[in-house]
C-alpha cells in the first residue's frame, strides 16, 4: 500500500539506538518525511536531536505499540515503521508495524528462516499493509551497471569470487551478533545481501557447500543457475589482504567475474537513502525479493561443513 500524497509521510522507528540507526535517520530526513516516533531499550539516543528533535521515544514496545494506535485513531497514524532492531526482533517488530496500520520497512535480514517470511506474507494479507526491506546492492550504480551487462541467454556459467572482510573488536561476539540464535551468525549477519545480490545477479541458487563456519570465518561454495561462486566472510582483521592493512583499512569487498574485478567500494553513503525513495515510490523490495538471501544464509547455518575441492575452495580459505 502507497503511502498519502499529500504532506511528509509519517515514520516510526524502532531500534534507533543501533548501528544502522543513522541512515535510516538520514533517509527520512533526506526524502522530505518525519519521524513521529521512536523505540528502543537504550535510552542513549542523543543523535535524534540532530534529525528529529521533536519525535517520541519510547523503551518499552508496548507503550510504543500503543502510541501507534492512539496516533491512528486521531488521524495521525505512521504510514512506515522502519525497523533497526536486533534481527530477532524483526518478524515481532513487523508484526507489531502491520496490525498497527503502517507498511514495515526492515533492515537485512529481514528475518531468520524462510518459513518466518511465509507467515508475514499472511499477515500482509490480514492487515492489507506491505512488508519491505532494505537490499542496498540493488540500488548500487557499479552493480546495475554489470547486472544490464551480464548475458542472460548463455549456456556458460560466470566463475566468480566474492570476498568480504569487516574488522570487528571483542564487542561483536559478546553482543547479540555474535550469538547465532539471535542473529543468524555470520553468513545471515553480514552476508545475507552479499547472497542476495548474487542471486539478483545470477538466478538461483542450486547448489550448496560451507567450507568452513566459525565464529568469525565463513566460506563456502554456490551454484547458481549463471554461475559458479567461492565466497569468503570475515570479521577477523587478520585475514586483511597486505594491502588495506598498509592503508590503515579495516574493510575489504571484492569481486570478481571471469576474473576482472568489480569495483564497488564507493557509493555506499547513500544507498539507504535510494531504498527508502523507491520504497515511497511503491518500487521497493518485496517479501518475495528476499526470500532466496533468506533461504539461501539458513541453508548455510545448518548444512554440514564439508573439504573443500580445489576448484571451489576460496584462495582465502585456510589449513
Known amino acids: 500500500m502507497s503511502a498519502p500524497t ?31 516516533a521512536a523505540l528502543d531499550p537504550f535510552d542513549s539516543v542523543g543523535i535524534m536531536d540532530s534529525f528529529f528533535p521533536d519525535a517520541e521515544f519510547f523503551t518499552q514496545p508496548e507503550i510504543f505499540e500503543r502510541y501507534l494506535y492512539d496516533a491512528r485513531r486521531q488521524g495521525q497514524g505512521v504510514d512506515y515503521v ?8 524483526h518478524d515481532a517488530h513487523i508484526r507489531m508495524a502491520l496490525r498497527a496500520g503502517a507498511d514495515a520497512l526492515c533492515e537485512k535480514p529481514i528475518v531468520l528462516n524462510p518459513e518466518d517470511i511465509t507467515a508475514l506474507k499472511e499477515v500482509e494479507e ?11 546492492l540493488r540500488a548500487h550504480a557499479a552493480l546495475e551497471k554489470v547486472k544490464a551487462e551480464l548475458s542472460p541467454s548463455s549456456g556458460d556459467k560466470y566463475d566468480v569470487d566474492l570476498s568480504y572482510m ?15 540464535d539471535e542473529s543468524g551468525g555470520l553468513a545471515t549477519n553480514i552476508g545475507v545481501h552479499f547472497f542476495d545480490m548474487l542471486s539478483w545477479l545470477f538466478g538461483d541458487i542450486e547448489h ?29 582483521p587478520s585475514y586483511l589482504p ?22 564497488f567500494s564507493e557509493g555506499f553513503t547513500d544507498l539507504h ?4 525513495r523507491r520504497t515511497l515510490a511503491g518500487q521497493g523490495f518485496s517479501l518475495d525479493d528476499t526470500y532466496q538471501a533468506i533461504a539461501t544464509v539458513a ?21
Open 6 to 36: 499529500s504532506g511528509p509521510t509519517l515514520f516510526g522507528l524502532t531500534g534507533v539506538s543501533g548501528y544502522i540507526a543513522p541512515r535510516h535517520l538520514k533517509a527520512i530526513k533526506d526524502t522530505g518525511n518525519v519521524l513521529t
Open 82 to 89: 522502519g525497523i533497526c532492531s536486533p534481527n530477532y526482533l
Open 126 to 136: 490480514e492487515t492489507g499493509r506491505r512488508v519491505w526491506t532494505i537490499l542496498q
Open 166 to 180: 569487516t574488522s570487528r573488536g571483542t564487542w561483536y561476539l559478546r553482543s547479540w551478533k555474535g550469538r547465532t
Open 208 to 236: 550448496v557447500e560451507v567450507h568452513q563456519r566459525s565464529e568469525t570465518v565463513c566460506a563456502g561454495y554456490l551454484e547458481l543457475e549463471r554461475a559458479r561462486v567461492r565466497w569468503f566472510l570475515s570479521i577477523d
Open 242 to 263: 597486505e594491502e588495506q592493512i598498509a592503508k590503515g583499512q579495516r574493510t575489504y569487498r571484492s569481486i570478481t567475474i571471469d576474473g576482472q574485478e568489480v569495483e
Open 273 to 276: 537513502t535510494e531504498v527508502y
Open 299 to 319: 541453508q548455510i547455518r545448518k548444512q554440514p561443513v564439508v573439504s573443500a575441492a580445489p576448484d571451489t575452495r576460496h584462495r582465502f580459505l585456510r589449513g
